[in-house]
């Protein structure tokens, strides 16, 4: 079998799709993945190939925009970075697949249009979306726009959801409808939403211990687990001065901003070093990279610019990060609570799953002191309840691979779509249309 990986994003995007491209050339089949050439080395230290597109962006400069993570204006920026790459990048897949067709194309939800591509050519489509945010379900436990805790925000939220979803509806067609017909493709009403489920399988990439299926989810969908993948395979110990730090005493909190928001930090490390000073506890900050560190730092912190989670969290007293959902999810399967600092995008949603659980405090970024910050800590690290909770879902979540389930739904897909040709309709360059799921 023959399948082709598109993702996009950052490392915490790209990660789960690794993990499922290297699951998939385990059991015998041929894996490409197509990403950014900044994602190369990571892709091919994987051991799978890689397929460039986008190499005319400069991704480490997009990184550095502060409004990536802006709470109000980041999913807007994020909106038009896909927007704005779709054409090259469905240009470049229709032309490759032209040489060599997939029997399988599986995508990332933020890689608009790969469905309307894989329609077009009768190629068995898996859409895979990361975070429950994105299945836009009212049935949902946490409703999609929440960003605070508390039954009020919850009711406030399920209530306004619904209108919010109808008012967007015609200002994302109007976004995405040029981009279809661009491609040449006709243009269709909530054009936006058929895409994120325009899958011949629709898969969530999160444990159902974290959310499981509502009646509101997508068709033909299925929550698989958790997608691991941490370069734990090739960095198979932590760094030695992180060891001796480690082993010199009492489990430390870990603050991690991620693979995304570390490009932005801001003063969030200095306020962990003052949040350690509050509490009397150790630190360990990732900081990404060594000028992200505070200028001095007392002998009970260690900054390390990078170490995988799953072998530093099992060892902290806590985690602070910000609410990625690779991050939140590590933190779930290490055992320990943790402090989610939402910046922007789906990191208020796992934020509050987090806390439905039981599992996890919540301190948005705007606002963020340090005193706010150690109370939430101090909560935290003083209810025996939190850690027992826990330590009961990272037992649960150790029974789960995400990356297998994945790979068994494709392999069953790969099988039903055996034989398919491609067929012409009216649209202007022969793709397929596909009616409304409105």
């Known amino acids: 079998m023959f399948v082709w990986i598109s993702t996009g994003g950052s490392h915490g995007d790209v990660h789960p799709y690794l993990a499922i491209g290297r699951e998939l050339k385990r059991r015998g089949h041929d894996v490409v993945v197509s990403v950014h050439p900044y994602f190369k080395k990571d892709v091919e230290g994987a051991g799978l190939e890689h397929f460039a597109i986008g190499g005319d962006v400069d991704v480490e400069q997009i990184m550095k925009d502060p409004n990536l993570m802006h709470p109000r204006h980041g999913g807007r920026t994020v909106f038009q970075l896909i927007l704005d790459s779709a054409p090259k990048a469905h240009a ?10 997939p029997d399988v194309l599986l995508a990332h939800h933020i890689c608009l249009g790969m469905g309307w591509l894989a329609h077009e050519l009768r190629i068995p489509f898996v859409q895979t979306a990361l975070s429950p945010i994105m299945w836009l379900s009212g049935d949902d436990p946490v409703p999609p726009i929440q960003r605070r805790p508390g039954r ?10 619904p209108v919010m979803k109808l008012i967007a509806r015609p200002m994302l067609d109007r976004r995405v409808n040029p981009l279809r017909q661009a491609l040449g493709y006709a243009p269709e009403r909530n054009a936006f939403q058929n895409d994120l489920f325009s899958g011949d399988i629709n898969l969530g990439l999160w444990s159902p211990h974290m959310r499981g299926p509502t009646p509101g989810d997508p068709p033909r969908s299925k929550i698989c687990g958790f997608c691991w993948y941490d370069r734990s395979d090739r960095i198979a110990a932590l760094p030695e001065a992180l060891e ?9 909190i870990v603050f991690a901003l991620g693979t995304a928001a570390v490009h932005l930090p801001g003063d969030f490390y200095e306020v962990a070093v003052a949040v350690c000073s ?3 506890r150790r630190g360990v900050l990732l900081v990404g990279k060594e000028q992200n560190a505070p200028n ?6 260690c900054a390390v610019d990078y170490a995988p989670f799953s072998l530093l969290l099992p060892r902290a007293a806590a985690t602070v990060h910000h609410g990625g959902i690779g991050s939140t999810s590590q933190a779930f399967r290490s055992g320990r609570p943790a402090v989610v600092v939402p910046h922007a995008h789906d990191q ?3 934020a509050l799953h ?6 996890a405090g919540m301190v948005p970024r705007h606002g963020l002191t340090a005193g706010r910050l150690a109370a939430a800590l101090d909560v935290l690290l003083s209810d025996p309840g939190a850690e027992a909770r826990a330590a009961e879902l990272a037992a649960q979540l150790r029974h789960e691979d995400g990356a297998a389930a994945v790979a068994e739904e494709v392999e069953r897909m790969a099988a039903r779509g055996q034989g398919q040709a491609p067929v012409a309709s009216s649209a202007t360059n022969g793709a397929t249309s596909r009616p409304s799921m409105a």
């Open 296 to 301: 001095s730092l007392p002998p009970t912190v």
């Open 354 to 359: 987090g806390m439905r659980l039981g599992v």
């Open 152 to 161: 009020f925000h919850t009711i406030l939220a399920r209530a306004v959801f």
């Open 244 to 252: 001796r730090f480690l082993a010199a005493g009492d489990r430390p």
């Open 348 to 350: 208020f949603h796992n």
């Open 278 to 280: 509050m509490l009397n």
């Open 92 to 101: 470049a897949l229709r032309e490759e697949f032209g040489r060599r067709r």
